[in-house]
């Protein structure tokens, strides 16, 4: 059986990533787990599931967006209840996605270094 990491479109990174989305937060909050496909984050307000926001994503000293963003899921911390987790699925294009997973490469591999 297949890992989930396996599964996966694009690879995740564990880099520096905020999120810019007016709609779900006066400032921009952390991203997880950020991939070229989408990142998770964390809230204290349930982020509608489906939904489509407009959001920036900054990874280092580079800005991608706006591009519109899909909560793909959303659950609420059991042991932080009001804190909720959800993925969300960023939709770019080819050329603007391949420029993110270049800059969450160059920035992880800084990181490490």
Not at 8 to 15: E, I, K, L, T, V
Not at 68 to 85: D, F, H, K
Not at 104 to 113: G, N, P, S, Y
């Amino acid at each position: 059986m297949a890992r989930p990491e396996e599964q996966r479109q694009y690879p995740r990174f564990h880099a520096a990533a905020w999120i810019e989305c007016p709609v779900l937060s006066v400032s921009p909050f952390p991203a997880e787990d950020v991939s070229a496909g989408g990142f998770r984050a964390l809230l204290t307000h349930k982020p509608r599931e489906g939904h489509p926001y407009q959001v920036n994503l900054r990874v280092g000293d580079s800005a991608f967006g706006p591009c519109q963003a899909l909560v793909a899921w959303c659950q609420e911390q059991a042991q932080q209840p009001g804190l909720w987790a959800f993925g969300m699925l960023v939709m770019m294009g080819d050329e603007e996605r391949e420029a993110l997973t270049a800059t969450l490469e160059e920035t992880t591999a800084a990181v490490r270094a």
